[in-house]
């Protein structure tokens, strides 16, 4: 993390409806090339930060009132959504989002609409595609709303590709997919980002997949980040291991010893 960031959100704050302060002094920094993980709860604010980096608030009626967001150097928060795909930033959104009547190849590549008349560009990027995730090809006919769920994120992080990113935020890449299915995505993504040099900024709930595969990671809470460090240093630390790993000295916890543990947590002493 000591080089110059390829991303960079400093201090920034997120209102909604002009009232609903959501993301408040929110700080984080991705390298060129690297994964970075965005943990923390339902509703602690990642979601709305990958939203804030990709200008998707404003579709919202939501606004980053304070701070900046850097890609590249360049201050990109006040651009619109648009721009900002043209710049190499692209979300995958979270819920395995797809275009429903298009068969795979066709939702595929909605995903290269800002290249224009790039043809030779566009279909040797549709090969790169089905080169990660041969099972689109033998889909690659079926409307999408008829494919498995595993195939519909395959889908969506293709389309993506298609964009040519140079950074890509992904929430969720994990949920509600068999374990796996999670397994074979994330190693997909690795080789993305070490074969295409693709930086990454993972939002997931899945603490431990994402550690195992991130090199360092932000921890988010009530839409503050409350802790931050590599990957190593997380998985080490005592409260991530009981509240986000189902870990403790003693061994593993049950879901429900670790629901209803009731010490505080020494970041928010």
């Not at 993301?23 to 979601?47: C, F, Q």
């Not at 090969?127 to 033998?138: S, T």
Request: one cysteine or more.
């Amino acid at each position: 993390m000591d080089q110059a960031p390829l991303l960079k959100v400093n201090n920034i704050e997120v209102i909604y409806e002009h009232v609903i302060l959501v993301l408040k002094g929110v700080s984080l920094e991705v390298p060129p090339g690297g994964i970075v993980s965005l943990l923390g709860a339902n509703g602690a604010g990642k979601t709305t930060t990958l939203k804030a980096i990709s200008n998707l608030v404003k579709a919202e009626r939501g606004e980053v009132t304070k701070g900046t967001v850097e890609f590249e150097g360049r201050r990109i928060d006040k651009m619109y959504a648009p721009q900002v795909v043209k710049l190499g930033v692209i979300q995958v959104m979270e819920g395995r989002r797809t275009f429903e009547h298009l068969t795979v190849e066709d939702d595929l590549l909605t995903g290269a609409y800002t290249r224009g008349h790039d043809y030779k560009g566009i279909r040797e990027s549709l090969e790169m595609v089905y080169n990660y995730f041969p099972r689109l090809v033998e889909r690659k006919t079926a409307k999408t709303g008829y494919i498995s769920g595993g195939e519909m994120q395959m889908c969506a992080i293709g389309r993506a590709l298609m964009a040519k990113p140079k950074l890509m935020l992904l929430d969720e890449p994990s949920m509600g997919l068999a374990p796996l299915l999670v397994q074979e995505i994330f190693e997909i993504i690795v080789r993305l980002n070490q074969e295409e040099k693709v930086a990454m900024l993972l939002a997931e709930q899945n603490a431990n997949m994402a550690l195992n595969y991130a090199r360092y990671g932000y921890v988010m809470e009530n839409g503050r980040v409350v802790l931050d460090g590599d990957s190593d240093t997380l998985k080490a630390n005592a409260d991530i291991r009981e509240f986000y790993l189902g870990l403790t000295d003693i061994g593993k916890k049950s879901y429900r010893d670790v629901k209803h543990y009731k010490r505080r947590k020494r970041w928010l002493a």
